[in-house]
């Protein structure tokens, strides 16, 4: 069964950073370009950026970038997301995810993890 595991989820104040982690250990899906969503309270889960397998490209939601960045390390089987200058509208629960290609459509990712909770405070 396929494995996506996040975690660096945690309780930050506003200004503050974080870098989530998304670990995977099957083969086929480290070769996957992957993603991040998040899914604040009462709202739907939404695209914050994705990587292809390569690292070469990578796509960041507009209202995110300056701030988020989202990185691989393919020799640790790890995708990260550098969270700067955090925001109390950055509190949600955090997502990764895997498909072959990158897509800022939730549906179309067929690997998901747990989800790791980032709580923003001001």
């Known amino acids: 069964q396929v494995q996506l595991v996040e975690s660096g989820g945690g309780l930050v104040q506003a200004g503050g950073s974080l870098r989530l982690s998304c670990a995977t250990s099957?083969?086929?899906?480290?070769?996957?370009?992957k993603a991040w969503f998040r899914q604040a309270p009462g709202k739907e889960r939404e695209f914050v950026a994705s990587?292809?397998?390569?690292?070469?490209?990578?796509y960041t939601a507009d209202s995110l970038k300056g701030r988020f960045t989202i990185s691989r390390d393919n020799a640790k089987n790890t995708v990260y997301l550098q969270m700067n200058s955090l925001k109390p509208e950055d509190t949600a629960v955090y997502y990764c995810?895997?498909?072959?290609?990158?897509?800022?459509?939730?549906?179309?990712?067929?690997?998901w993890g747990q989800g790791t909770q980032v709580t923003v405070s001001s």
């Open positions: 990587i292809t397998w390569s690292g070469a490209s990578t």
């Open positions: 995810a895997a498909r072959r290609t990158v897509h800022e459509d939730r549906y179309e990712y067929d690997y």
């Open positions: 099957e083969r086929t899906v480290n070769s996957y370009a």
